[in-house]
C-alpha cells in the first residue's frame, strides 16, 4: 500500500526534542517562541501564533475576525472537516464553492456567480476560506480583488502548503488575505506530531489569537482591569480556550523546518 503520507523522522529531530525533555520548559515556553518567529521569517509575515493543531488555528481565526451566529462562511468542497466545522463552532453557517478541475482549488468563477447572487439577496459571506489542495495555491489575487468588491475578510487554509508560493510570495505572507493557517499533522510538510500555526500582518488579530489560546487570559498590565495590581497578578478578558502548543512540540517544528526543502522536493518528486 503506497501511503497518503508518513512523517521522516531524523535523528536531528530527536535530539532536539531530548534537549526540551531535559530542560526546565515542557508546556509553552522559549521553543514556542523560536518556531514562530521562525515561520514568520520564512514566510515573510509579521506575526505567527502557534497553536495545538490547524483546526484550532482556523477556529481562533474565525474567532478573531468576530465570527458569530448567522453570520455565512464560505469554503472549498474539497478539504477536511475543519474547514468548515470552525464556523460551524462560532454559531455560523456554512456553504460551498465548487472547485475547478484543473487545480482542484475553489473555481473562481463558480465563486464570482454564487458573490453576485449572493449580493442581490443579501446573503453574502463574512469570511471566505480558500484551501491550497496539495501544497497548490489558490487564484489568490483574484479573491483578494473579489474580497475588495464584496466586503469579506479571507482565511487561507494553507495546511497543505508551507513552502508553496504564489506570485513571488510564499504561501502565509498574507500579502492577499487577512490571515493564514498551517498544519503540522504527521501527513503535512513538516510536522510536531500535533500542531498549527497562524500568520497574519494584523497586530490586532495576532493579539487576540495570542489570548484566545490562552483561556483568554492576559499578563499585559496595560490592559488590566485592576490599578496597581501585585506582581503574580493575571486577568481574563475574554472566553478562551487552551489552544496552544507545547515546547516539546515547538522543539521537534524547528528542526523539522530546517528540512523543508528536502522535503518538498521529495514531494514532489
Not at 505567527?48 to 465570527?67: E, F, M, Q, R, Y
Not at 475578510?153 to 504561501?171: F, R
Not at 505572507?173 to 499533522?185: Q, R, T
Request: aromatic share 8%.
Amino acid at each position: 500500500m503506497i501511503p497518503y503520507s508518513k512523517q521522516l523522522i531524523l535523528n536531528k529531530d530527536i535530539q532536539e526534542v531530548v534537549k526540551v525533555l531535559r530542560s526546565d520548559f515542557l508546556t509553552q515556553g522559549p521553543m514556542v517562541k523560536k518556531f514562530e518567529n521562525k515561520i514568520s521569517n520564512y514566510v515573510k509575515s509579521k506575526y505567527a501564533i502557534a497553536v495545538n493543531s490547524a483546526t484550532s488555528a482556523l477556529h481562533l481565526s474565525c474567532l478573531a475576525l468576530g465570527l458569530k451566529k448567522n453570520d455565512i462562511v464560505w469554503t472549498s468542497t474539497n478539504t477536511f472537516v475543519s474547514t468548515a466545522n470552525c464556523a460551524l463552532l462560532c454559531g455560523a453557517k456554512v456553504d460551498f464553492i465548487d472547485i475547478d478541475l484543473e487545480d482542484y482549488n475553489l473555481c473562481i468563477e463558480s465563486l464570482k456567480n454564487k458573490l453576485k447572487i449572493a449580493n442581490k439577496t443579501n446573503k453574502l459571506p463574512k469570511i471566505i476560506i480558500p484551501v491550497h489542495f496539495a501544497g497548490r495555491p489558490c487564484k489568490m489575487k483574484e479573491i483578494f480583488k473579489l474580497s475588495k468588491k464584496y466586503g469579506f475578510k479571507i482565511i487561507e487554509d494553507g495546511s497543505h502548503a508551507l513552502g508553496s508560493e504564489i506570485y513571488g510570495q510564499k504561501i502565509g505572507s498574507c500579502k492577499y488575505s487577512d490571515l493564514c493557517v498551517f498544519s503540522f499533522h504527521p501527513v503535512k510538510n513538516i510536522t510536531t506530531g500535533e500542531g498549527g500555526m497562524v500568520t497574519t500582518n494584523n497586530k490586532v488579530y495576532s493579539e487576540k489569537i495570542e489570548m484566545l489560546r490562552t483561556h483568554g487570559i492576559t499578563k499585559n498590565k496595560k490592559i488590566f482591569k485592576l490599578k496597581n495590581p501585585p506582581p503574580w497578578h493575571f486577568e481574563q478578558l475574554n472566553l478562551g480556550l487552551n489552544y496552544r502548543m507545547n515546547d516539546i512540540a515547538a522543539a521537534l517544528g524547528i528542526s523539522q523546518l530546517k528540512s523543508l526543502k528536502y522535503f518538498l522536493r521529495s514531494r514532489n518528486k
